[in-house]
């Protein structure tokens, strides 16, 4: 990665490697991830943030909301949803923190 990056750029980059962390090298349907694949990104990349993971009902119910074309993969365009949607409340407190000060 370029020294050059501005660190929203840096968080980007980190964000899309993430993705392909976990889509399978031997997998038939490249660039997406698989339901394993996906409940295990859950637990190990998103533990603090989405505490339920280590429930297999909660993973799927997330996988089959995200997962808008039913096909049992997650895209990039499904998994950034997740990312979106992750980061909606985190910008909503951080607005309200600095309302307060």
Known sequence: MADCYTELEKAIVVLVENFYKY??????VKNKISKSSFRK???KELSHMLTDTGNRK???KLIQDLDANHDGRISFDEYWAL???ISSPIANLIREQEQQS
């Open 83 to 85: 990312i979106g949607g």
């Open 41 to 43: 990104m859950l637990q």
């Open 23 to 28: 889509v399978s090298k031997h997998s038939l």
């Open 58 to 60: 909660a993973a799927d």
